[in-house]
């Protein structure tokens, strides 16, 4: 999305408080073009197109659908439609699984305004947010697996080592491509070579990865 570029946000939730308090909060924000509203995904997927959502603030627990897998199902039709996950729910579980079904980030509801509104902003230059809870909960789990103390940081690449940070940082494949004045296929081919070699099978597990290696820090 373009720095300059206001954007339209839908805010997903069963619960009309919440929407109507996330609306108010949000309208305060000077990038946003359009909030609107809705009780259940179902509501939602017929108006992402007319209503040309950017952004998606998605309750997980909903009576007709749970946020995470209508997370997953958005993304398989609307893979550029950047989703926040935002839910009371510090657990593990939720988190990783939110991230496994691409979610873009996940907020806590009683995170402030101010942090909303980094987010929000995060999604929007193409990031991914991450909590610093979120963080420190992947670094625990690392180090319970324990799934890659076969390799360590030292072992990789000077290229693969910049390519992990930056997707650690939350980096695109195009922003990284971009970044080192490659094309998307080499730096995937890159990103594949690297996973292969860390022992990951998705995204978390580099962030994992990551934080074990000192890229990023679990506090």
Do not use: W
């Not at 509801?109 to 909303?116: N, S, Y």
């Not at 995060?122 to 979120?134: D, I, N, S």
């Not at 910049?162 to 970044?179: V, Y």
């Amino acid at each position: 999305m373009s720095d300059n570029k206001k954007i339209n946000i839908a805010i997903v939730d069963d619960h009309i408080a919440i929407r109507e308090g996330y609306a108010l909060v949000i309208s305060r924000f000077d990038f946003v073009n359009s909030i609107h509203t809705f009780s259940s995904p179902s509501e939602v997927y017929k108006d992402i197109i007319p209503l040309e959502i950017d952004i998606i603030l998605m309750d997980i627990e909903m009576k007709s659908e749970d946020g995470i897998s209508a997370c997953s199902h958005i993304k398989v039709l609307y893979p550029e439609i950047k989703i926040l996950i935002v839910s009371a729910h510090h657990s593990e579980t939720y988190i990783i699984d939110a991230f496994n079904k691409k979610a873009d980030g996940y907020f806590f509801k009683e995170q402030g305004a101010e942090e909303l509104k980094d987010a929000l902003r995060q999604l929007m230059a193409g990031r991914k947010y991450y909590h610093e809870e979120v963080k420190m909960l992947m670094f625990e789990r690392q180090i319970r697996n324990n799934e890659n103390e076969h390799i360590s940081s030292a072992e990789l690449s000077t290229r693969e080592k910049d390519i992990l940070e930056m997707i650690c940082r939350g980096m695109t494949t195009k922003q990284i491509a971009e970044a080192f004045f490659r094309s998307e296929n080499t730096i995937n081919t890159h990103r594949k070579a690297l996973m292969k070699k860390i022992g990951a099978h998705r995204e978390a597990d580099i962030i994992q990865f990551g934080i074990k290696a000192g890229i990023i820090k679990g506090k």
